[in-house]
């Protein structure tokens, strides 16, 4: 990979960012930004050499800070559609030259074919207005995540109703969005588990009683008794693995158990942007999770317990498949989706050859 130095520059800053630490959303905006402007910058003549610079690019990102995966997913994305508008556009080229005649309407033998066709070819055919048409998608794309919280809070009223009791954890912009929402015509009760050791739980209770919504704010060793009161779980996630499972705040999986134990639906917002291909491997927690300073957990000066004691602070949380009831995204012509149809929404979302860049 050969970028000249203003796109190094930007790439190092771009990961010095990252690793200081931002929102999802912030995280996947600046990431398809960065990529728009290497598709610009840098020479390329075929998809090929374009998805090689891209594959490049985002392996050093995601090496930089294994646990972003939307720095990959937003890559993954982008990936898929330079390889689609490329296929594409190829395929109207070679039937405006070679078959003028016959109607644009292609056969089913030529659409069951297709799929076998990409697999077998190079990406090496120079497509003159392949990058416009990959560059008017991009923005596209942008525009779709600066807009996914609130596309997912559209449903709202679908899944909140009159009087019920919804519990949450830590502090999820696409959650706030969420019920700030459904609160516009539904009146309803929230009770937040602060998300110790961070405390974030805070924040959200505070921006939601605001707004007008009956909010209480529980210690997440709560959790449990309160269960029994509530109707729905609804929270967000960091991740959402290809197995159906969740990679979320420390402290969402046992709001999962308790909400299994009680036959309480477990609801996940998530945009799709946070859709990886990647699995949880017991052995590689390095990139599944993230330890951090134990100093909110306990104080260095406790000297005595401290110097004694291994303490941990891990980031997340893996919630397997099984606990998750439902995940909503911003595309709603997928509407709710079971973790079991994650699969399917790999295939549409990115390319088999993506999954590892």
């Known amino acids: 990979m050969s970028l000249d130095k203003e796109l190094q520059d930007r790439l190092n800053d771009f990961i010095a960012k990252v690793r200081k630490g931002s929102n999802s959303y912030t995280v996947a905006s600046e990431t398809v930004q960065l990529v728009r402007r290497i598709i610009q910058q840098t020479r390329w003549s075929t998809a090929f050499e374009l998805i090689a610079t891209l594959k490049s690019c985002g392996k050093v990102l995601c090496k930089a ?3 972003e995966s939307i720095i ?12 689609d508008e490329y296929a594409a556009a ?9 078959r003028p005649e016959r109607d644009e309407q292609d056969s089913l033998q030529k659409m069951m074919l297709d799929p076998e066709d990409d697999a077998n070819d190079n990406y090496g055919t120079v497509i003159p207005l392949l990058k416009p048409a990959v560059m008017e998608l991009i923005n596209d794309l942008i525009s779709e995540i600066e807009a996914s919280a609130d596309s997912i809070g559209e449903v709202a009223l679908e899944h909140i109703h009159a009087n019920e ?9 696409t959650v706030e969005a969420f019920l700030k929402n459904a609160a516009r ?13 961070f405390y974030r739980g805070h924040d959200l209770a505070g921006s939601l009683a605001a707004s007008g919504i009956e909010t209480t704010v529980i210690t997440d060793s709560g959790v449990f008794a309160m269960m029994s009161r509530v109707n729905k779980v609804i929270i967000g996630t960091q991740a959402v693995l290809a197995d159906g499972g969740l990679r979320a705040i420390s402290g969402t999986h046992s709001i999962a158990l308790a909400a299994k134990r009680h036959s309480v639906p477990f609801i996940v917002c998530a945009a799709m942007f946070k859709l990886t ?6 052995y590689d927690q390095d990139s599944f999770n993230k330890l951090l300073s134990p ?6 000066s406790e000297g005595a317990i401290f110097h004694e004691a291994q303490i941990y602070n891990p980031m997340f949380d893996y919630v397997p498949p099984d606990l998750v009831t439902l995940l909503l995204t911003n595309h709603h012509e997928f509407g709710g989706n079971a973790p079991s149809y994650v699969y399917r929404l790999l295939s549409e979302y990115y390319h088999r050859e993506d999954y590892e860049l």
């Open 65 to 67: 800070e294994p646990t």
């Open 72 to 83: 990959g997913n937003i890559v993954r994305r982008v990936l898929k559609i330079v390889r």
């Open 90 to 98: 190829k395929r109207r080229q070679e039937r405006d030259e070679h």
């Open 165 to 173: 009791v919804i519990l949450t954890a830590g502090k999820s912009r």
């Open 185 to 197: 015509k539904r009146k309803f009760q929230v009770i937040v588990a602060e998300g110790a050791p």
């Open 277 to 282: 291909p990647q699995f949880l491997c017991s």
């Open 295 to 300: 100093e909110a957990v306990m104080s260095m």
